[in-house]
């Protein structure tokens, strides 16, 4: 791995092109988290115990499909963009065809038994597939870009902005679209406005990928794998890694906490404060907390470490959902101040975690010698499918357990539990992460640091032999 001084020095280019990345992520991902068990389930009339088990299923899948893209990523051979970018332009359209089928509303007087199979085989297409074939290299790529902590860190922040953009159009804009009211005052799902607005995502996110690879530069220059693969030594190397596991136990509370929000907001608003207004509001109010933290987060994980961060931003989330449970407002509006102010503890913690990666990817090379990108990001990504699963499964059960269907989605008793599910899950997910950071993740600020000195001497050593 050497640097060479012929690369342009990073700069605002990388940085808001790697933006562009998540935000083409999260045009088919957030759309899918917000509103595909909603769709499925109030549109294509499929129960959600079934929508969860396929949404847990398809992790169990992912943890073959990450870990063989990251191979292939690792054993890639670099080209004139490097070694990770090209995936980006390659997999573009895949994957935005993939998340707009999902969507497939003219199928919905069809058997349940073809619509059961086309929601397991286009979801699995669209996240198993084709989704890790464009996330792995795009995640890994972080630290092809910079070698330096700092900049990594503003990847990391760059990345989230990328999210929350996202996060705001298909938030803010869709509930105002996507729905109509009957006659009865019920805010209802539209079905064939949802195919569209599937349509017009996955466009958009076409088009920053395209952002992503024309504006992002690779200078850290990461060599081609070519070592037989041995699934035995790979698994006894990352078992042994008790930073990986660390941040991928993380990883999985983070999402379980952040997905369950935003999947719960298509069903605690319209359901129980019949009120997509405040849906949209919350939307645009959590990006805008995003963006705010983001001009301070980088400056507080620099003083006080990220890991140290972390716990602190997780406990005050928690704290946070814990006093809205107790609430139990009926009024959208307190509902979205007091979820508004959670999301500054989960903004602060999203805008690090992905600088962390790199941390444990470091850490690796640094006490094994070897340098996995690819490898190491594909098991976290996994990871983070696992809290996707998680949140996903869960929810679905919960809402079963609550009787929520199609004809009682409004009942009283049903939207009240609703409103339990959409506070206590979070919560506790927050205080999992915090205890997972304190005690399980190892790396603090001054580990960061001495990595990120030990390996720039071992890239000044390299760069001298090969003279």
Known sequence: MADKGSTKKFGFSDKIGYMFGDFGNDFTFILSTMFLMKF????????????????????????????????????????????????IRRMCGPVAVASLLMYAVWFKDMPMAFKSFWMFFTYLLWG????????????SMASAISAEPKERAQLSNWRTIGASLAGTVIGVVLPLVVYYQDADGNQILDGNRMA???????VAAVICYLLCYHLCTERVKVEQKTEKF???ALLSSLIHNRALIGIIVASICMLLSQLTLQSMNAFVYPNYFRNVVAQSAAGFVGTVITLLCSTF???????FGRKELGIAASLFSAVVMIITFFLHTTNAW????????SYIGLGIFSLITWAMITDVIDDTEVKTGDRSDGTIYAVYSFARKLGQAASSGLSGVLLGIVGYTEATAFDPDVVNGI?????????????????????????????????????????????????
């Open 230 to 232: 041995d699934i035995r």
């Open 419 to 467: 409103y339990d599910i959409t506070c206590l899950v979070p919560a506790i997910g927050f205080i999992l992460l915090a205890v997972v950071l304190k005690f399980l993740y190892p790396i603090g600020r001054k580990r960061v640091e001495e990595n990120a000195r030990i390996l720039a001497e071992k890239r000044k050593q390299s760069a001298k032999s090969a003279k």
């Open 297 to 303: 987060t980088v400056k507080l994980s620099q003083k």
């Open 196 to 202: 569209l607005a599937a349509v017009a995502c996955s």
């Open 334 to 341: 307190v509902f979205v101040v007091f979820y508004s102010i």
């Open 40 to 87: 499925y389930t109030d549109v294509m009339g499929v129960s959600t115990y079934l929508v969860g088990f396929m949404m847990m299923l398809a992790r169990f899948v992912d943890a073959i499909t990450d870990v063989a893209m990251g191979q292939i990523a690792d054993r890639s051979r670099p080209r004139a963009k490097g070694k990770f970018l090209p995936w």
């Open 128 to 139: 198993s597939v084709f989704y890790t074939s464009i996330n792995i290299p795009y995640g």
